[in-house]
């Protein structure tokens, strides 16, 4: 409590206040110092605990900012598309629909659309009949 002081030393200071104040005034001086002593405690206690609060404060402040960062980072879908092959992949699928939907390109990689031409020659000269296309244009 009282530090580094021994007791020793505590009856060399209660023999110096004995003689500077006298017999009669160290209950008085005893009562001021006890007074004194509460009020530095106090002071010193209260100011302990705001800087232990501001602390605190600013310690969650960080956290907050720490987790804002975190939330808008796991909410940024470019960064989310960025860090993976997902766009890639999208884009991938987009021209693979595409090639899949565009029949002629399907029909002119296979030998498809020269069975189909044949068929049609075939059936106009049996029929007779010609393109509505071509019936147009004449």
């Not at 404060?57 to 900012?65: E, G, N, P, S, T």
């Not at 029949?103 to 049609?120: G, H, L, Q, R, Y």
Request: glycine share 6%; no cysteine.
């Amino acid at each position: 409590m009282l530090g580094s002081i021994g007791f020793p030393e505590v009856v060399l200071i209660f023999i110096v206040v004995l003689l500077v104040f006298g017999p009669k005034k160290l209950p008085e001086f005893a009562k001021i110092m006890g007074k004194t002593i509460r009020e530095f405690r106090k002071t010193v206690n209260e100011a302990k605990a705001t800087i232990e609060e501001e602390i605190e404060k600013a310690d969650i402040a960080q956290d907050l900012k720490a987790i804002d960062r975190d939330i808008k980072d796991a909410t940024d879908i470019n960064k989310i598309i960025d860090g993976t092959d997902l766009a890639k992949d999208l884009k991938g699928l987009k021209s693979d629909i595409k090639d899949m939907t565009d029949f002629e390109k399907m029909a002119e990689k296979t030998d498809i659309s020269k069975d189909f031409k044949e068929i049609d020659k075939e059936i106009k000269e049996k029929t007779g009949f010609e393109d509505d296309k071509k019936k147009e244009s004449k």
